[in-house]
C-alpha cells in the first residue's frame, strides 16, 4: 500500500504525518502524533471513546480514515485546557467526581464541550441525547449530567 502524506491543524497546531490509506484517525493521533487521550473502545464506533472533532463535528475517530483529516481541523481531549488550567468541564468533572477509570472520559469530555459550543444552555434531556454515543461502565450518567450543567452555568456567567 502506498502511504500517504497528510497536513492538518489539530488543536490549533500545523501538522503533517504520513499514514497508511487504511489507518483510522484514532491510530494516527496515538501512534503518529503521540495524542494518546483518545481511547480505542470497541473499534465500530459504538462507545465514544474515541471521540473529537473534525473540522467542528463531532466523530468516533476509529471510523474516519486518517487520510480523511488533510486540510481539516482536529480538536481532542489534549486541546481543551488552556495550558496548566483546566477548561470548566474538566474542572467539573473533578469536583462532581463524574469520572473513575477514565477511559470513556477524554470522548465525554470532547462531545460535552461541542455540546456546549452549539448549546450553551441545555437542559439535562439534551444532554443526555448529546452523550448517547458515549458509553460509561464506571461511573453512571448522573454525575456526568450534573458535571457538564454545572460547567455550563459556570461557562454562561464567566
Not at 452523550?131 to 450534573?146: E, F, P, Q, S
Request: one cysteine or more; a negative charge; charged letters at 20%.
Amino acid at each position: 500500500m502506498k502511504s500517504i502524506h497528510v497536513s492538518a491543524t489539530v488543536n490549533g497546531d500545523a501538522v503533517e504525518f504520513i499514514c497508511a490509506p487504511d489507518e483510522s484517525l484514532l491510530d494516527v493521533l496515538r501512534n503518529r502524533l503521540g495524542l494518546t487521550g483518545a481511547k480505542e473502545g470497541c473499534g465500530t464506533g459504538d462507545c465514544g471513546a474515541c471521540s473529537v472533532t473534525l473540522d467542528g463535528r463531532l466523530v468516533c475517530s476509529c471510523l474516519v480514515l486518517g487520510a480523511e483529516a488533510e486540510g481539516a481541523t482536529v480538536g481532542t481531549i489534549e486541546g481543551i485546557a488552556d495550558g496548566d488550567t483546566l477548561h470548566p468541564l474538566q474542572q467539573s468533572f473533578i469536583d462532581h467526581a463524574a469520572l473513575q477509570c477514565g477511559i470513556c472520559t477524554p470522548g465525554i469530555l470532547v462531545a460535552a464541550k461541542s455540546l456546549l459550543e452549539k448549546n450553551p444552555n441545555p437542559t439535562d434531556t439534551e444532554v443526555r441525547y448529546w452523550l448517547a454515543g458515549n458509553l460509561c461502565r464506571c461511573t453512571g450518567y448522573d454525575k456526568i449530567i450534573y458535571a457538564v450543567q454545572d460547567a455550563a452555568k459556570k461557562m454562561r456567567s464567566a
